[in-house]
């Protein structure tokens, strides 16, 4: 008899948390719920992670938790953190190291004495700027070469580096470049050893160019639960599961606002190598978020102080309402969780 009550009482008590959890969860599934109204049907998912926890996980339209979605430019933050992992193994010996140390094929060239770090900011000082049309080393031209890695060496210099941010994926192309050299294999087949199946992603899809080379830039196709686990990981400051991935330094350095571009770009007000970073007032806090970010609306956001990730997968691409969209998305999850915690 006294098992039985124990039993029944364990019942009543599980029964009561997780009726407890899903009431609390109710109005975060309500707040994303609500754009399932959205007229255009390209929203794909939106996956908040919280203390390590899955708290909320949706799909839109014919979107589901197999499909490998292109998440565009947020690939470039993916790359900077197979930087910080080439950097803490030693097979990148500095940020301040020109490029043409590891891609010698550079030397000569208006590529070959930037300095790294000036490759992973965007103040290259090339003559390339993706918001401009005309410029020798603007994407769609790159993209369209039958050599990229040619196209990309003949891109001239506008200034010295270190002056101008001007947003490109030619800098983070060279910056996979330098990594493949500096590791002596592709990106991808880097990103698969030292970052993808560590973090128990086993399906992902990584484009390479007519070159053969990885596009650092982007082009990187994951899973919902996979492109959200990325966040996880830079949350924990470089660590999943408790395994160390990528050094806290690089993700402290990485994520740590080196730019103002506030006055060009409407949804971030700095930049790091990669990573952007943004500040929200939800009520009466204002919050922190970092962010990667790709073409569609395609976000992961992290938000240290609320030990929060929100990820956000779309295929709006080439349409500025994704962007807003996935702004909109986090602030309606900023809106449900930000005032309640620290309370």
């Known amino acids: 008899m006294t098992s039985l009550v124990f039993l029944l009482t364990a019942l009543f008590v599980a029964s009561c948390v997780d009726k407890q959890v899903a009431s609390e969860s109710m109005p975060l599934d309500a707040a994303l719920a609500s754009f399932s109204s959205d007229e255009h049907d390209d929203l794909h998912s939106v996956v908040v992670i919280q203390e390590s926890e899955l708290i909320a996980e949706r799909?839109?339209?014919?979107?589901?938790?197999?499909?490998?979605?292109?998440?565009?430019?947020?690939?470039?933050?993916?790359?900077?953190?197979?930087?910080?992992?080439?950097l803490d193994r030693g097979l990148i010996e500095d940020v301040d190291d020109p490029v043409e140390k590891y891609w010698p094929e550079a030397s000569g060239t208006a590529v070959g004495p930037i300095p790294l770090r000036h490759i992973l900011d965007m103040r290259s000082g090339l003559a390339a700027n993706?918001?401009?049309?005309?410029?020798?080393?603007?994407?769609?031209?790159?993209?369209?070469?039958?050599?990229?890695?040619?196209?990309?060496?003949?891109?001239?210099?506008?200034?010295?580096?270190?002056?101008?941010?001007?947003?490109?994926?030619?800098?983070?192309?060279?910056?996979?470049?330098?990594?493949?050299?500096?590791t002596e294999q592709s990106l991808e087949d880097f990103a698969e050893e030292a970052l993808f199946r560590p973090l128990g992603i086993e399906r992902w899809k990584w484009e390479a160019d007519r070159s053969g080379e990885t596009k650092g830039q982007g082009n990187l196709f994951l899973t919902a639960e996979d492109f959200a686990r990325v966040g996880e990981m830079v949350l924990k400051k470089g660590s999943y599961k408790g395994k160390r991935i990528v050094s806290e330094?690089?993700?402290?350095?990485?994520?740590?606002?080196?730019?103002?571009?506030?006055?060009?770009?409407?949804?971030?007000?700095?930049?790091?190598?990669?990573?952007?970073?943004?500040?929200?007032?939800?009520?009466?806090?204002?919050?922190?978020?970092?962010?990667?970010?790709?073409?569609?609306?395609?976000?992961?956001?992290?938000?240290?102080?609320?030990?929060?990730?929100?990820?956000?997968?779309?295929?709006?691409?080439?349409?500025?309402?994704?962007?807003?969209?996935?702004?909109?998305?986090?602030?309606?999850?900023?809106?449900?969780i930000g005032p309640l915690s620290g309370e």
């Open 249 to 336: 330094a690089w993700i402290e350095k990485s994520l740590s606002p080196r730019i103002d571009i506030s006055a060009s770009d409407p949804f971030a007000s700095d930049y790091g190598s990669y990573w952007y970073r943004q500040n929200y007032l939800i009520g009466e806090r204002r919050v922190i978020v970092h962010f990667a970010s790709g073409n569609g609306g395609n976000k992961i956001y992290v938000i240290p102080e609320l030990d929060l990730v929100v990820s956000v997968m779309s295929t709006a691409y080439g349409q500025g309402r994704g962007q807003r969209r996935s702004e909109g998305i986090l602030l309606a999850v900023l809106g449900e």
């Open 130 to 182: 993706d918001d401009l049309e005309g410029l020798p080393g603007n994407e769609d031209l790159m993209d369209a070469s039958d050599n990229p890695l040619s196209f990309a060496l003949g891109v001239p210099a506008l200034e010295p580096p270190g002056q101008s941010y001007r947003y490109n994926s030619l800098t983070a192309y060279i910056a996979g470049v330098v990594i493949a050299r500096a």
């Open 59 to 86: 799909y839109f339209g014919d979107g589901d938790a197999e499909t490998l979605v292109d998440v565009r430019s947020a690939g470039k933050s993916v790359t900077s953190l197979l930087f910080g992992i080439a």
